[in-house]
């Protein structure tokens, strides 16, 4: 509450408190700018990824929030090299097409894999389930935990959950 004192009137305006994403209280004329702005930022970044959760399977789980340091974390490395950066890039962006969606788009002629030709090539198979990239997944540990519900379809949504951030910094290593 703030008065302001106009020569004979009291003039009393009551501020709205905003909730944060994070669910804290926040008054805008009580934190500085720097801290107003990263708030704000954040609430519409939240507000972007609804829709795409929404309407894409390959982004359900990021209208949670994501964490943004492990998701960015090798992109933003100076031993990535380009070509690694740029497939990194798609795959966030949900842009890798897998053969699923070709065949959907009827840019192929089937959905089945192109790599094991042994079922439906969507991102759950491609990530998880294909045996032409076991070894891959057994080199970085992720052999075995692949088909465990709690993982996550795609790398695209890297939550706010231990298994899919750390799905991202090995996948990040198969490149």
């Not at 009827?106 to 894999?113: H, K, Y």
């Not at 052999?143 to 949504?157: D, E, I, L, T």
């Amino acid at each position: 509450m703030i008065q302001t004192y106009f020569s004979l009137f009291v003039v009393s305006i009551q501020f709205l408190v905003f909730t944060a994403a994070s669910g804290d209280d926040i008054e805008p004329l009580k934190v500085n700018a720097g801290e107003w702005g990263h708030t704000v930022r954040d609430g519409i970044r939240l507000a972007a990824w609804r829709s795409p959760a929404r309407r894409r399977q390959d982004m359900r789980g990021i209208e949670n929030g994501i964490d943004r340091e492990a998701t960015l974390v090798r992109l933003r490395s100076s031993r990535t090299c380009p070509l690694q950066k740029g497939v990194l890039r798609a795959i966030l962006a949900g842009a890798f097409w897998i053969q699923n969606r070709a065949h959907r788009a009827r840019q192929a002629a089937t959905s089945t894999c192109s790599h094991c030709k042994s079922g439906v090539e969507d991102h759950h198979h491609l990530w998880w389930r294909c045996p032409v990239w076991n070894e891959i997944r057994q080199r970085h540990g992720l052999y075995g935990h692949g088909v465990a519900a709690s993982w996550p379809s795609q790398p695209a949504a890297l939550c706010l959950s231990a298994p899919k951030i750390f799905f991202l910094h090995r996948a990040a290593l198969w490149i």
